[in-house]
């Protein structure tokens, strides 16, 4: 291994300095808001205030996949949060989300908004609300909601550990690579195992676990995520492969992975969605088109 200068922490951290990096801008350890907006709002029961991130998509595909069913309760509006400007800090996103992450849903749908922050909860809480791909025999259920608390405890090793020390870190530090590239691929060998008995993640029905696992993992096999396809050797994971092509597949899940996206081919993005009809009318290459 190769060695780097030490670094003797100090008694106490304190911010005294940049922390560099691509995030450097937003990045900071205190909470709250650093200035006053209000977030808009339309027409639809649901408000989604998020950014096309794997984590952003978790939400809207669920969205598309429950409209799809035909709830017409799940219509909504997606606003676009431009985390790299700082949108997450404004006083109207914070008030949802105290965390000031992507995404937020406030669902109006009532006498009283509900506000619901994380992306574990809104997947349940849709689910619940509409009755859909979460199991309610017990069993079923229980299964569904492992899977789902693995990839939320699991994934931030992935993105903030492995996607931020490989593509992101000002510096390239081989330790802190080394070990998040150990992990992220003990997580795809788990996920590999898992699919190599079944169907989908939580068993033989698609659920929320496939919803919140497919946009990290998928984007890891199938999307080049962070450029480390050939670095992290994704085609060893063969049933990962053939389960994100089959959720990949699905017309929900294209239309999903569409919104609130900030980058790829100009007819993959839709900064914002009000309507079902933006997806044939406002992706940025009609836009352009359009003047």
């Given amino acids: ?149 693995w990839q939320m405890g699991s994934t931030p090793y992935v993105g903030g550990g492995f996607g931020h020390f490989y593509a992101y870190a000002p510096v390239k530090i081989e330790y802190a690579i080394d070990r998040f590239a150990m992990e992220t691929k003990r997580l795809l060998d788990v996920l590999d195992k898992r699919l190599a008995e079944s169907e989908y993640v939580a ?12 946009p990290w993992y998928g984007g890891l096999v199938k999307f080049g995520q962070y450029g480390a396809a050939e670095f992290l050797s994704v085609h060893e994971y063969k049933n990962v492969v053939r389960w994100a092509d089959a959720i990949g597949a699905r017309p929900a899940v294209r239309r999903g992975r569409m919104v609130n996206r900030l980058s790829g081919e100009p007819s993959s993005q839709l900064h914002e969605r009000h309507d079902a009809s933006d997806f044939e009318t406002k992706t940025q290459d009609k836009m352009a088109a359009a003047g």
């Fill in 203 to 214: 068993g033989d029905a698609y659920t929320i676990a496939d919803m919140a696992a497919w």
């Fill in 1 to 149: 291994m190769s060695t780097t200068s030490e670094y003797t922490p100090p008694k106490v951290w304190t911010w005294d300095k940049p922390s560099g990096g691509r995030f450097e801008n937003i990045n900071r350890p205190i909470s709250g808001s650093t200035h006053e907006k209000e977030l808009p709002v339309g027409r639809h029961p649901l408000q989604l205030y998020s950014l096309g991130t794997p984590n952003g998509v978790k939400v809207t595909v669920m969205l598309e996949e429950l409209l799809a069913l035909g709830h017409r309760g799940a219509e909504y509006d997606a606003w676009l949060i431009k985390i790299g400007e700082g949108d997450q800090f404004g006083s109207g996103f914070v008030a949802i989300n105290p965390n000031s992450k992507i995404p937020a849903l406030l669902d109006r749908s009532g006498p009283k908004p509900i506000r619901v922050f994380e992306t574990g909860a809104m997947l349940v809480y849709l689910a619940e609300k509409f009755g859909a791909f979460l199991p309610t025999e017990a069993s079923a259920r229980a299964e569904t909601l492992s899977w789902l608390f």
